[in-house]
């Protein structure tokens, strides 16, 4: 890499640059119960293919400067609490200067824990810049740019020492910029009874109902029609710790999706909404942590479900991620992880095989600073013309929470 661009990051992340008296306190504090905090971040990208183009290739660094603010009410109170927090990334690349671009983000997280009901809410608001890597088309020579805003409200109560209840309602809107990728829209409302087999192990028994609709595209080539659809993912699990060094959760069951489904089109063939039989499948959802060692650790997550795709085609994904931390002391960790995703598309024979792998060095030299440094490899294998691409990605970053 060019040295110009570490010193131009060094700008931002270097330790001298802080104040010399440091207090473990937050920036502001509002009467009892609420504490202000500045969050900021920097980062440097080489990113080998910036577009995720199987031909087109270009290289190009990427930079990002992310001032914030974190509000924390809640401080004192033993049952409730909430979080507000902002960012604005500021996003500039050193070649390919069209790309540049500001991106606010806003959410609020908030909690409450009573003697027998346990809520947890969130609303979100975020502004993108995507290249496709997330197994979407890719948008060639250029970025995708949506806007997504999400509300999530779940809750739980207790019925009885031995049973509880979980009830939820999720809802998720993307809108793209450009008329080539389809806005989606979204609501999931899950219901679940759960059993304590154990004082450290409860089953479970659920209904997930989703429903999704899905605009229509304006490209005239491989584009499709708006349509809707319907989810519903009947399920049994468990959570908690399920072995002595083992913790986590799993639902699994059976899922099915009705829909109007869109007829994939070439620009010259027909347009509308096509009645089809419900597709179905095995449904997974799965997040297990391994304590091997104090020092080690490792995470697994396990995902089958039904999911849309950049230009709003119906896929059937499954996705497996894991990955392994390494506390090499008190102030550096090290981090491995491998990924892979199947997407298949339900009205063509499309298929993409996605895979994911990493390195990473972080180093926490106190509460206040963070720096990291890690390497990202992904390719995608697709037997859809244009679609397979590689992708390397070397990385360096700073955060400071104060």
Not at 2 to 18: C, E, I, Q
Not at 39 to 51: A, I, K, R, T
Not at 130 to 150: C, I, M, R, V, Y
Request: no cysteine; net charge negative; hydrophobic share 30%.
């Amino acid at each position: 890499m060019k040295l110009k661009h570490f010193l131009l990051l060094a700008v931002f992340v270097t330790p001298a640059g802080l104040p010399i008296a440091l207090q473990a306190a937050p920036l502001v504090s509002i009467g009892d119960s609420v504490d202000v905090f500045f969050n900021g971040s920097s980062s440097l990208e080489w990113q080998s293919n910036v577009f995720s183009d199987e031909r087109g290739v270009v290289d190009d660094y990427k930079y990002t400067v992310s001032p914030g603010f974190e509000i924390n009410v809640g401080r004192g109170l033993s049952n409730a609490d909430l979080s507000i927090i902002t960012r604005y990334d500021i996003v500039r690349f050193d070649k390919v200067t069209d790309l540049d671009n500001e991106l606010f983000h806003i959410k609020a997280v908030g909690s409450y824990a009573g003697s027998r009901l346990t809520v947890n809410g969130l609303v979100s608001y975020d502004e993108n810049q995507s290249n496709g890597a997330d197994g979407n088309d890719n948008q060639k020579g250029k970025l995708s740019a949506s806007e997504t805003t999400a509300a999530n409200l779940n809750g739980e109560y207790t019925l009885s020492p031995k049973f509880s209840f979980g009830a939820g309602v999720n809802y998720n809107k993307r809108e793209y910029k450009e008329s080539s990728s389809a806005d989606r829209e979204s609501y999931t409302v899950p219901l679940d009874i759960f059993y304590e087999l154990t004082p450290k192990v409860d089953l479970s028994i659920g209904y997930t109902y989703t429903s999704t609709e899905v605009s229509r595209t304006l490209s005239g080539v491989d584009g499709v029609d708006g349509y809707d659809k319907e989810q519903h993912f009947v399920n049994v699990g468990a959570r908690g710790d399920l072995l002595p060094k083992l913790n986590g959760s799993f639902k699994i069951g059976f899922n099915t999706m009705d829909s109007d489904d869109p007829i994939t089109r070439d620009g010259n063939g027909p347009e509308g909404r096509s009645d089809r039989d419900s597709s179905s499948s095995l449904g997974l959802d799965a997040s297990f942590t391994y304590l091997a060692t104090a020092k080690v650790s490792t995470n697994l997550n396990l995902n089958r479900n039904f999911d849309v795709a950049g230009q709003g085609e119906s896929t059937e994904a499954t996705r497996v991620d894991l990955s392994a931390n390494y506390s090499i002391n008190t102030r550096f960790t090290a981090t491995a992880n491998l990924g892979y995703t199947l997407r298949e598309y339900v009205d063509t024979k499309r298929e993409d095989d996605n895979y994911r792998t990493g390195l990473s060095l972080s180093y926490v030299p106190n509460e206040y600073w963070r720096f990291s440094t890690g390497y990202n490899y992904t390719e995608n294998d697709s037997n859809s013309d244009g679609q397979s691409y590689e992708a390397h990605v070397i990385n360096v970053s700073a955060s400071l929470r104060y």
